[in-house]
């Protein structure tokens, strides 16, 4: 049993570039969830899927944008990378939206230079 | 705006000694409340949760505590070991609300042995 398995680990991108980082879970959970991680400011909420075939806005979705492929996925992509999107990826899940436990994966450390 | 924060950034216990890592919410709407742990280089893991409909809740040497009056969170670590150094974070989910987990910035535990 994997839980939430992101690729890449790390990545380094010039400004401009575009990537996408993926994320799977093999939990069966309905809702899942990519947060950006910075020095100082913890967890901020980018993205968020509440079940299959939604998808909205957290608290910082510009320049982001993600799919959510079937129940097990959840992709994040940047179109343009920014330097000021450096920073560490993390994709989660959760049985359901609120009031429930979420799981982590072990983080996308991205450079955008 | 209510965000979860945290009293203290920093903390460090000696070997054996009980931590306690506190947390203060704002909204008194949240009724789910999570600690996670999250070591370095790792994705943050679920530690224990607590309802608003309780005040206190066990696990394996460690005790969260919730203070509804004085919006108030804490985590109590016993016997610390090593390697419970790790970055401590609290987050709450707020009733009614779209249901996403709001992190606070974090505290840093370090045991010495």
């Known amino acids: 049993n994997a839980g939430v398995t992101q690729t890449p680990k790390f990545q380094v991108l010039k400004t401009g570039q575009s990537m996408t980082l993926q994320c799977a879970q093999d939990?069966?959970?309905?809702?899942m969830y990519w947060y950006r991680q910075d020095p100082g400011m913890g967890l901020r909420l980018i993205y968020y899927s509440a079940s299959e075939g939604t998808t909205d806005k957290g608290e910082v979705p510009n320049g982001y944008n993600v799919s959510r492929l079937n129940k097990r996925e959840f992709s994040l992509r940047l179109e343009s990378a920014a330097p000021s999107q450096t920073s560490v990826y993390f994709c989660?899940?959760?049985?359901?939206?609120?009031?429930?436990?979420?799981?982590f994966g072990q983080g996308t450390r991205l450079t955008v230079v | 705006g209510e965000s979860v924060g945290l009293h203290l950034p920093t903390l460090s216990v000696q070997e054996g000694d009980n931590s306690i890592i506190n947390c203060a919410y704002s909204n008194s709407a949240s009724d789910y409340f999570i600690w996670y742990k999250q070591e370095s280089g790792k994705g943050p893991q679920f530690i224990i949760d607590?309802?608003?409909?309780?005040d206190k809740r066990q696990g394996q040497r460690v005790t969260v505590l919730l203070n509804k009056t004085v919006k108030h969170l804490s985590l109590q670590i016993a016997a610390t070991q090593p390697g419970d150094s790790a970055v401590y974070f609290c987050?709450?989910?707020?009733?009614?609300?779209?249901?996403?987990?709001?992190f606070g910035k974090g505290t840093k535990l370090s045991v010495k042995p």
């Open positions: 939990m069966n959970h309905n809702s």
């Open positions: 987050a709450e989910n707020i009733s009614g609300s779209q249901g996403n987990l709001i």
């Open positions: 607590i309802r608003s409909n309780m």
């Open positions: 989660a899940s959760s049985l359901n939206r609120g009031g429930t436990e979420a799981f």
